[in-house]
């Protein structure tokens, strides 16, 4: 069987492929991404920052027509499997994998955040939390497209919209036993996956769906920055988003995943790590691990001192402003 070794690739018709690029058009595939065009050329053209690699001046020139990219800077370009491959770091057949996953996902979770959103507004004890948590701003709860799941209607919406039931199951929008799998919780659609907080102090904090909880929040909209402050809660991002500091990022965790870790490293910047302050020392142990991995791959870190207890969250949340973290973001060692 000397042609067994290349069956994978070989077995993937070119009428799969060319089926597969027709279902994911690449601009809709960078913008679920994060990407956004600088400027409009001819013939629907679109050019703007290259998402694989520090890019400063856009010379990421996208056709949609066509669904091609090539950058001027560094010299790559291609079809959308090309793409996922290179800003996935992965060979031809994962690619695949990646692009049917989005394929089936991607325009349910849509229509999900989208639901949730327009319950926030229908439920005064959704936003009576967020207030609690600091959230107030409009600007903020648009930018981060903030919903809420009552619970008891998400399955009812989306069988009614034509999605299968199994499908729904499948992702971990309604359990087992066919309710909705988020009850009581602030949602934040994620790059493939939700989070939700629960308001209720009887359910588990935090739930995401099954699968990986992706990359760093919104990283596309400041991996240009050449200082990032990173937090580990969606909370914390969001104080201080509305604060002004908008060269935050969130990791979900004091724990990094390996893509979370190599879009942090992909390019010289100062990073300042503002994760929590345990009582019992854990956030800190994280806070230096976490400190020396990145300092070995050459980025210059900086470890944000909260007063004790304290998250970035509830530090604006007690009356902390905008200057005085910035005082704290300047002492930073
Ligand atoms: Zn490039």
């Excluded at 903030?146 to 009614?160: E, F, N, V």
């Excluded at 937090?231 to 979900?252: I, K, P, R």
């Amino acid at each position: 069987m000397p042609y067994s070794a290349d069956r994978g690739k070989k077995s993937v018709s070119r009428q799969a492929l060319d089926e597969l690029k027709q279902q994911i058009p690449l601009l809709e595939y960078l913008q679920t991404h994060d990407w956004q065009p600088a400027r409009q050329l001819s013939r629907g053209r679109l050019m703007g920052l290259c998402p694989l690699h520090v890019d400063h001046k856009p010379s990421f020139l996208v056709d949609p027509l066509k669904s091609l990219f090539y950058c001027y800077g560094c010299g790559r370009g291609g079809d959308v499997i090309r793409f996922a491959e290179l800003y996935h770091q992965v060979k031809f057949p994962q690619a695949l994998a990646l692009l049917h996953q989005w394929r089936g996902l991607a325009p349910l979770l849509h229509e999900v955040a989208r639901f949730y959103r327009v319950q926030l507004h229908r439920h005064g004890d959704a936003v009576a939390y967020l207030r609690q948590r600091g959230v107030r701003s409009p600007e903020l709860i648009e930018h981060m497209q903030i919903g809420y799941a009552p619970g008891g209607c998400l399955r009812s919406w989306l069988t009614r919209l034509g999605y299968p039931l199994q499908a729904l199951r499948q992702v971990g929008l309604v359990t087992a036993a066919g309710y909705d799998a988020f009850i009581h919780r602030i949602v934040f659609p994620l790059e493939g996956n939700l989070y939700g907080r629960s308001i209720s102090t009887s359910a588990p904090p935090h739930r995401f769906l099954p699968g990986a909880k992706g990359g760093l929040y919104l990283w596309q909209q400041i991996r240009h920055c050449p200082e990032v402050i990173l937090v580990e809660g969606l909370f914390d991002y969001a104080v201080l988003w509305q604060a002004g500091f908008h060269n935050v990022t969130c990791s979900m965790g004091n724990h990094l995943n390996a893509r979370q870790y190599g879009q942090l490293c992909d390019g010289p910047r100062t990073i300042y790590l503002a994760l929590d302050a345990d009582a019992n020392g854990s956030g800190q142990q994280a806070t230096q691990s976490l400190a020396c991995r990145l300092t070995e791959q050459g980025m210059n870190v900086r470890r944000v001192s909260l007063p004790d207890g304290h998250d970035p969250n509830s530090f604006f949340v007690e009356d902390g402003d905008a200057r005085q973290f910035q005082l704290l973001l300047e002492a930073a060692q």
